[in-house]
């Protein structure tokens, strides 16, 4: 039983890695698309989704099996929990980067491109943080899911300032209404892009410490 049993988790573990390295592919397509409004890139994005959602189910119900089955305590236990709700996280934030293709492609719409809002460090910062959140909960590493907090700080100063040059373009001028908007949009899925990162870095410290930290570093 006990070595079944790790089996199981083993092959748990390398099916959500396998989750997590789509999930971040993915946002980086959407973030590039940001710059270059590739057709091909934003229309894979939209059409793909289903792969992620179908990995989701596949392993909330392992983490269930395994769960009915084995009864695990302490440690594993919490890891499960965390897979399971993590798991959720990933989906949520491959749900933002196909709404950041779609965004994109309303974009193309317009001759105006992003309405004078730079991505690019923003961009850089979510993807950092998704990658760290993944690094912290392979590692088990809570020292650096504390990292992710700061980054999640940077994340919304910088969405604050896009929303100020939106809202300055607002007063300027009513011309391309739906560049401003789509423009508005993205800025705020690669908002809560971090946010969800933030919650995976929670939920690994749980996981590590066993301590809820949730709302505690804002």
Do not use: W
């Amino acid at each position: 039983m006990h070595l079944t049993f790790h089996k199981e988790i083993d092959k748990l573990r390398s099916k959500f890695l396998s989750l997590g390295t789509l999930v971040e592919d993915r946002v980086r397509q959407a973030c590039a698309a940001i710059n270059t409004r590739d057709p091909e890139v934003t229309d894979f994005i939209i059409r793909s989704d289903y792969e992620i959602d179908e990995m989701e189910i596949e392993i909330e119900e392992e983490c269930l099996k395994i769960l009915a089955l084995h009864q695990p305590v302490a440690r594993d236990l919490r890891f499960l929990i965390a897979i399971i709700k993590i798991n959720n996280e990933m989906e949520r934030i491959a749900d933002y980067a196909q709404k950041i293709a779609r965004r994109i492609q309303g974009i193309n719409q317009d001759i105006v491109l992003l309405c004078g809002v730079d991505f690019d460090i923003m961009s850089e910062k979510v993807i950092a943080m998704l990658r760290l959140s993944l690094d912290c909960l392979i590692n088990r590493d809570a020292a650096l899911a504390h990292k992710i907090f700061i980054l999640d700080d940077d994340v919304d100063s910088l969405f604050i300032e896009a929303l100020d040059i939106i809202t300055s373009k607002l007063k300027e001028t009513t011309d391309h209404p739906e560049c401003l908007l789509n423009t508005f949009l993205i800025a705020r899925h690669l908002e809560r892009i971090a946010d969800r990162a933030t919650n995976i870095a929670e939920e690994v410290i749980y996981m590590v410490e066993g301590e809820i930290v949730r709302g505690l570093h804002n």
